[in-house]
């Protein structure tokens, strides 16, 4: 967990909690699935969305919580963990980046992003990190591509990531953290 401190003095004590969870499947009934999409992609674009709000900094408003979480794939504990913890008062936005390396296959149209709202937290078997946030009261956005790649198998391997279409959506989130 790292924290990122926000310059407005009226907003500086808020938080926008930022997360991806690294566990994975690994390696069952002797098959390794290696997790590239689930969630090696979400991870790294963690690493990088801190990277550029370290680097322009002086535009954040809120604070900003960026969080690895462990403890997804086993039901949520981290996440869920973290979210009983926090004061959810002042939490204003609780992100969650699962499975986004997929853009160009999950879209099949002209490079952009595209919104849709479901409601994750409602299904155990789509719920993500954000589940325990929303329960709590906090207003959640998972970002994922889907579930087009080949996640919790062997073929969910780093030749499969949309490298572009990862930037992309990193580059989405640097500029929603800051706003």
Known sequence: IGII???????S??????GAHYDHL???????????????SGTSALIELARNILANRDKLGRSVIIV????EEMGLHGSN????????????LMISMDMIGWLEEAERLPPSINLKLKQYERSVMTA?????????????????TGTVSPYHKPGDTADKIDFDGLKEITLFMTTLVES
Request: no cysteine.
């Open 5 to 11: 401190g926000g310059n407005n003095p009226a907003l």
């Open 13 to 18: 004590n808020r938080y926008i909690v930022v």
């Open 26 to 40: 690994g390696v069952q009934l002797g098959q390794t699935s290696p997790g590239a999409d689930d969630n090696a």
């Open 68 to 71: 690895a979480f462990d403890a």
């Open 81 to 92: 963990y973290l979210a009983e913890v926090m004061p959810a008062d002042r939490i204003d």
């Open 128 to 144: 993500t990190d954000t589940r325990g946030f929303a329960q709590a009261g906090v207003p959640t956005f998972a970002v994922t």
